[in-house]
């Protein structure tokens, strides 16, 4: 049944209604009346609480006007889901339920549990199931650690057992970056769903801008494989989880996350004839049912919440009880039997943190026992003597006489640990026959008597090592006299020593004095004298205190006199420095005022030139007026044309007209004479009906279709051509381009590749699906003005001649598609550059606000360039549009295009034009 009527629920579909709401779709009829069967519903009220839902006016507290308002196609296919989930979730809660209701008990104290998680999940299209999924496995895989390692560490650093430390990967920060308060994406993608008008590209853009600088979060560009790289940064995003990085598409995130069933929907299916569909929605109604909630409104419930609310329950459920875990680890990516790949499961093991554990297993101590369990559990079989020891100097005696090797236990605080395994072997030593036991008895006695000799022999040691102490002190004691009378010994020459050191501190200070004076440009001599008695005066005074007992008062009159003729010095030299840097800033200021004298001469040349190029767009405005009108009498010229090959159209099909019927005039004849022929029991003849269907081009010969003229232009320009291409491969295309130097041949293979190109992106253009949203090689302007005008295509060689492989440069305004709705009022506009070699594009780019720019050159990038010549593009006849080569070239090296153009040169990927010649120029 929730089969049937899921597929029911997915056939239904809805259609946009010219009042602003939506319909029933013709052939979703059955699947509605099918429906509306199995939930027990009227079929025209379940259409109704599809395509609208009620509302109730309040005015003043109390209930108004009932009105129904009605849905959007999207609200209606939300509206359906809902339901259909709604209807799926109860059902499946009421199975579940009535499962339970078979088991025998009611409550239990103990229990074994069995539970299998869905694994790691990873596809090339992730969505919202894959990020709750891993969002699961991410809290079981923290559960794990805490379990295994954090806890067991934790108990070994308790009981002090020494065991080197295993460090393993914390995911509490990918966990916090889902599931924290307010910043976390669930709780982000529940406050999206709140607001009036959410939208996946908000929700995502929110994410990123919250956690810009998050170790866990990053943009899909970033990603290692090409098919993510594609993904808008608003489109996705992606998150390092314990196994790995995963890149998730976030279109659909806010619609997945809602389960909501607006209130005309639930009332409907409560009010259910089928007694079974009702019951089963009125427990959950009584219980959901909000007071505040508005007939009609469609409340918001969270999956994501829900499901962490239900992760969370089951971790609360997991950490009361004791955990045994079970690892599963896929051998190979083809499914196949036998068959083993190392590197997989090493990778597999590393990510799940099993290298750790195995780490903490191989130096850990998994079986333990309280020293109190060992000793109930086996003093029954020791005699009275032994049981009366302490638990732990029991259990220490016991090994000790067991001969166990000490590496395979561990004596911790509380408990005895033991290596994997070694528990058994004791306990069976222990178990074993009484013969065996009056053994072990014998082997704890005379443990205990060599242990007790043992604490007799360290005391002994004890003993002498007080007698060195005491010794020792003695030595100590000498010491201390020692170093009070170098005390006594320091104090009477301190102020000798200090006194000293200052002297040497000022010497020093005279080094300094040496570089001002080197400095100096004038009076060099003079400073070099003075600076020569102070250092001799402070040698005296060294030479004084070493030879003579002097107070600290006297040390320091003479050194404050030394200070002081230093200071002197120091004002002296700073002084004349000062004198010397005034004349060097004299000098700057003449130095300036002949920069300033400079500046003014380059700003006059730099007014030249902008006159130049002034006069250069007045002569570029003046050639596009002049080519305007040339383009005028061509029009007319051609509509001329296009006149009398109508009129003599018109004549023909005239005469044509007259041929039909004179042959219409004969059938009828033909017909006449056959019915008379068959009254009078004759037949005509086969000659006779030959003669007659002769007789139809006695008066003229038979019409001929005339082509039209777009066809007839197409014939006489390929009848002109001297090669034909269209057989040729693109690479030949290419190669005949970058090699040939013929120029009609080069011309005409020119034409041939843009020929193809407009074909190409014409046939894409019909081709493509209706809500896709292309990228446009050039703004719509030059796109429609060349459907709107189309060119008569003049021969290559002579559109070569005419052109003269002129550089011409444009820039007009550019808009895409997608970002009109982002700018309604097109503030932010960006700019589409061109540069034409000849009649043909050569470079190309697009810049745009709050974006990186677009560059493209001939040849690399044809696929995405404007495929039109420059006739047909219309931007000669533009104002304003055509700019001078100076602009192009500074925008496009400010843009990085030299070393695009360079990398593209390098790779031969870019067909030779004047800008690949200028550069390979400069290059050499």
């Given at each position: 049944v929730?089969?049937?009527?899921?597929?029911?629920?997915?056939?239904?579909?809805?259609?946009?209604c010219?009042?602003?709401?939506?319909?029933?779709?013709?052939?979703?009829?059955?699947?509605?009346?099918?429906?509306?069967?199995l939930?027990?519903?009227?079929?025209?009220?379940?259409?109704?609480?599809?395509?609208?839902?009620?509302?109730?006016?309040?005015?003043?507290?109390?209930?108004?006007t009932?009105?129904?308002?009605?849905?959007?196609v999207?609200?209606?296919?939300?509206?359906?889901?809902?339901?259909?989930?709604?209807?799926?979730?109860?059902?499946?809660?009421?199975?579940?339920?009535?499962?339970?209701?078979c088991?025998?008990?009611?409550?239990?104290?103990?229990f074994?549990?069995?539970?299998?998680?869905?694994?790691?999940?990873?596809?090339?299209?992730?969505?919202?199931?894959?990020?709750?999924?891993?969002?699961?496995n991410?809290?079981?895989?923290?559960?794990?650690?805490?379990?295994?390692?954090?806890?067991?560490?934790e108990?070994?650093?308790?009981?002090?057992?020494?065991?080197?430390?295993?460090?393993?990967v914390?995911?509490?920060?990918?966990?916090?970056?889902?599931?924290?308060?307010l910043v976390?994406?669930?709780?982000?993608?529940?406050?999206?769903?709140?607001?009036?008008?959410?939208?996946?590209?908000?929700?995502?853009?929110?994410?990123?801008?919250k956690?810009?600088?998050?170790?866990?979060l990053?943009?899909?560009?970033?990603?290692?494989l090409?098919?993510?790289?594609?993904?808008?940064?608003?489109?996705?995003?992606?998150?390092?989880?314990?196994?790995?990085?995963?890149?998730?598409?976030?279109?659909?995130?806010?619609?997945?996350?809602?389960?909501a069933?607006?209130?005309s929907?639930?009332s409907?299916?409560?009010?259910?004839?089928?007694?079974?569909?009702?019951?089963?929605?009125?427990?959950?109604?009584?219980?959901?049912?909000?007071?505040?909630?508005?007939?009609?409104?469609?409340?918001?419930?969270?999956?994501?919440?829900?499901?962490?609310?239900?992760?969370?329950?089951?971790?609360?459920?997991?950490?009361s009880?004791?955990?045994?875990?079970?690892r599963?680890i896929?051998?190979?990516?083809?499914?196949?039997?036998?068959?083993?790949?190392?590197?997989?499961?090493?990778?597999?093991?590393?990510?799940?943190?099993?290298?750790?554990?195995?780490?903490?297993?191989?130096?850990?101590?998994?079986?333990?026992a309280s020293?109190?369990?060992?000793?109930?559990?086996?003093?029954?079989?020791?005699?009275?003597?032994?049981?009366?020891?302490?638990?732990?100097?029991?259990?220490?005696?016991?090994?000790?006489?067991?001969?166990?090797?000490?590496?395979?236990?561990?004596?911790?605080l509380?408990?005895?640990?033991?290596?994997p395994?070694k528990?058994?072997?004791?306990?069976?030593?222990m178990?074993s026959?009484?013969d065996?036991?009056?053994?072990?008895?014998?082997?704890?006695?005379?443990?205990l008597?060599?242990s007790?000799?043992?604490?007799?022999?360290?005391?002994?040691?004890?003993?002498?090592?007080?007698?060195?102490?005491?010794?020792?002190?003695?030595?100590?004691c000498?010491?201390i006299?020692?170093?009070?009378?170098?005390?006594?010994?320091?104090?009477?020459?301190?102020?000798?020593?200090?006194?000293?050191?200052?002297?040497r501190?000022?010497?020093?200070?005279?080094?300094?004095?040496n570089?001002?004076?080197?400095?100096?440009?004038?009076?060099?001599?003079?400073?070099?004298?003075?600076?020569?008695?102070?250092?001799?005066?402070?040698?005296?005074?060294?030479v004084?205190?070493?030879?003579?007992?002097?107070t600290?008062?006297?040390?320091q009159?003479?050194?404050?006199?030394?200070?002081?003729?230093?200071?002197?010095?120091?004002?002296e030299?700073?002084?004349?420095?000062?004198?010397e840097?005034?004349?060097?800033?004299?000098?700057?200021?003449q130095?300036?005022?002949?920069?300033?004298?400079?500046r003014?001469?380059?700003?006059?040349?730099?007014r030249?030139?902008?006159?130049?190029?002034?006069?250069?767009?007045?002569?570029i405005?003046?050639?596009?007026?002049?080519?305007?009108?040339?383009?005028?009498?061509?029009?007319?010229?051609?509509?001329?044309?296009q006149?009398?090959?109508?009129?003599?159209?018109?004549?023909?099909?005239?005469?044509?007209?007259?041929?039909?019927?004179?042959?219409?005039q004969?059938?009828?004849?033909?017909?006449?004479?056959?019915r008379i022929?068959?009254?009078e029991?004759?037949?005509?003849?086969?000659?006779?009906?030959?003669?007659l269907?002769?007789?139809?081009?006695?008066?003229?010969?038979?019409?001929?279709?005339?082509?039209?003229?777009?066809?007839?232009?197409?014939k006489?320009?390929?009848?002109?051509?001297k090669?034909?291409?269209?057989?040729?491969?693109?690479?030949?295309?290419?190669?005949?381009?970058?090699?040939?130097?013929?120029?009609?041949?080069?011309?005409?293979?020119?034409?041939?590749f843009?020929?193809?190109?407009?074909?190409?992106?014409a046939?894409?253009?019909?081709?493509?699906?209706?809500?896709?949203?292309?990228?446009?090689?050039?703004?719509?302007?030059?796109?429609?003005?060349?459907?709107?005008?189309?060119?008569?295509?003049?021969?290559?060689?002579?559109?070569?001649?005419?052109?003269?492989?002129?550089?011409?440069?444009?820039?007009?305004?550019?808009?895409?598609?997608?970002?009109?709705?982002?700018?309604?009022q097109n503030?932010?506009?960006?700019?589409?550059?061109?540069?034409?070699?000849?009649?043909?594009?050569?470079?190309?780019?697009?810049?745009?606000?709050?974006?990186?720019?677009?560059?493209?050159?001939?040849?690399?990038?044809?696929?995405e360039m404007c495929?039109?010549?420059?006739?047909?593009t219309?931007?000669?006849?533009?104002?304003?549009?055509?700019?001078?080569?100076?602009?192009?070239?500074?925008?496009?090296?400010?843009?990085?295009?030299?070393?695009?153009?360079?990398?593209?040169?390098?790779?031969?990927?870019?067909?030779?034009?004047?800008?690949?010649?200028?550069?390979?120029?400069?290059?050499k």
């Amino acid at each position: 049944v929730i089969t049937k009527l899921s597929l029911a629920f997915v056939v239904t579909s809805f259609l946009t209604c010219s009042l602003g709401g939506c319909i029933l779709k013709n052939k979703s009829s059955q699947s509605l009346e099918y429906c509306a069967e199995l939930l027990g519903l009227d079929q025209d009220d379940l259409r109704v609480s599809l395509t609208t839902r009620v509302m109730l006016t309040t005015a003043g507290g109390t209930k108004g006007t009932v009105i129904k308002v009605p849905l959007k196609v999207e609200q209606a296919n939300n509206a359906r889901d809902a339901l259909a989930k709604t209807v799926y979730s109860h059902l499946f809660d009421h199975v579940v339920n009535r499962v339970n209701q078979c088991f025998p008990f009611e409550t239990s104290s103990f229990f074994i549990g069995v539970l299998d998680i869905a694994g790691f999940e990873y596809f090339e299209h992730n969505s919202f199931e894959q990020f709750c999924i891993n969002y699961c496995n991410e809290k079981l895989q923290q559960f794990f650690n805490e379990r295994i390692l954090k806890e067991e560490q934790e108990l070994y650093q308790k009981e002090d057992l020494g065991v080197n430390e295993v460090h393993y990967v914390d995911n509490q920060d990918c966990i916090d970056l889902i599931e924290a308060k307010l910043v976390g994406v669930l709780d982000i993608l529940d406050e999206e769903n709140r607001l009036p008008q959410p939208s996946d590209q908000h929700f995502t853009s929110v994410v990123h801008q919250k956690h810009k600088e998050h170790f866990r979060l990053s943009i899909p560009r970033k990603s290692k494989l090409t098919v993510h790289r594609n993904i808008r940064d608003d489109e996705g995003f992606i998150i390092r989880h314990f196994a790995g990085a995963v890149c998730y598409e976030t279109t659909q995130f806010v619609e997945k996350n809602n389960d909501a069933l607006h209130m005309s929907l639930e009332s409907l299916i409560c009010e259910s004839k089928d007694k079974f569909v009702r019951e089963l929605f009125e427990s959950t109604t009584n219980n959901n049912k909000d007071p505040k909630q508005k007939a009609g409104k469609l409340s918001f419930i969270s999956v994501g919440n829900k499901f962490k609310t239900q992760l969370n329950f089951l971790l609360e459920k997991l950490r009361s009880t004791g955990s045994s875990f079970i690892r599963c680890i896929k051998p190979n990516l083809k499914m196949t039997s036998h068959h083993f790949e190392g590197g997989q499961i090493l990778s597999q093991l590393q990510c799940s943190g099993m290298v750790s554990v195995l780490d903490l297993m191989q130096g850990g101590f998994p079986s333990r026992a309280s020293f109190h369990e060992l000793y109930n559990m086996y003093k029954k079989y020791m005699p009275a003597k032994l049981a009366r020891l302490d638990p732990r100097l029991f259990c220490k005696a016991l090994f000790k006489a067991l001969g166990l090797n000490e590496n395979d236990y561990k004596f911790g605080l509380t408990k005895v640990f033991f290596r994997p395994g070694k528990f058994a072997e004791f306990d069976q030593i222990m178990k074993s026959d009484p013969d065996h036991l009056a053994e072990l008895v014998k082997r704890v006695n005379h443990w205990l008597i060599c242990s007790r000799w043992k604490k007799v022999q360290w005391c002994s040691l004890s003993v002498i090592k007080l007698k060195n102490k005491i010794k020792y002190r003695a030595s100590a004691c000498i010491k201390i006299q020692k170093t009070i009378r170098m005390w006594l010994c320091k104090r009477k020459h301190k102020p000798r020593i200090n006194g000293l050191i200052k002297v040497r501190t000022l010497k020093k200070r005279l080094d300094k004095f040496n570089e001002v004076v080197s400095a100096l440009k004038e009076g060099k001599p003079e400073m070099s004298k003075q600076i020569r008695d102070l250092e001799l005066s402070i040698d005296a005074l060294m030479v004084k205190i070493k030879a003579t007992v002097m107070t600290r008062e006297q040390i320091q009159k003479e050194y404050d006199a030394l200070v002081k003729s230093s200071e002197q010095l120091l004002s002296e030299l700073q002084k004349k420095k000062q004198q010397e840097e005034e004349a060097e800033r004299l000098r700057r200021i003449q130095e300036e005022m002949e920069r300033e004298r400079k500046r003014r001469e380059e700003e006059e040349q730099r007014r030249r030139k902008e006159e130049e190029e002034r006069r250069l767009k007045s002569e570029i405005e003046a050639k596009r007026k002049q080519e305007e009108e040339e383009r005028k009498k061509r029009e007319e010229e051609e509509k001329r044309i296009q006149a009398d090959i109508e009129a003599q159209l018109a004549r023909e099909r005239e005469e044509e007209t007259q041929q039909q019927a004179v042959l219409e005039q004969e059938r009828r004849d033909r017909e006449l004479a056959m019915r008379i022929a068959q009254s009078e029991a004759e037949l005509i003849s086969d000659e006779a009906q030959l003669d007659l269907g002769l007789r139809r081009y006695v008066n003229g010969t038979r019409p001929q279709m005339t082509a039209g003229p777009a066809v007839q232009a197409t014939k006489a320009a390929a009848g002109t051509k001297k090669h034909d291409l269209s057989k040729w491969k693109y690479a030949e295309l290419r190669d005949t381009i970058n090699t040939s130097c013929d120029i009609e041949l080069l011309a005409a293979c020119r034409e041939e590749f843009h020929r193809r190109l407009k074909v190409y992106h014409a046939w894409k253009s019909k081709n493509k699906k209706r809500n896709t949203e292309t990228e446009q090689r050039a703004p719509k302007s030059v796109t429609d003005y060349a459907q709107q005008n189309p060119t008569a295509q003049l021969p290559a060689r002579q559109q070569e001649i005419e052109i003269n492989r002129q550089q011409r440069y444009f820039r007009i305004p550019f808009i895409r598609p997608a970002d009109q709705y982002k700018d309604p009022q097109n503030k932010k506009k960006g700019w589409w550059y061109a540069h034409f070699d000849g009649p043909w594009i050569a470079r190309q780019m697009e810049l745009h606000p709050d974006k990186p720019p677009i560059l493209l050159v001939a040849g690399k990038d044809d696929m995405e360039m404007c495929e039109l010549n420059l006739e047909e593009t219309g931007l000669t006849r533009k104002r304003g549009a055509e700019i001078l080569p100076r602009q192009f070239e500074e925008i496009w090296e400010r843009c990085g295009g030299i070393q695009y153009l360079q990398n593209a040169i390098k790779s031969r990927q870019a067909r030779p034009t004047y800008a690949t010649a200028m550069l390979q120029s400069l290059l050499k």
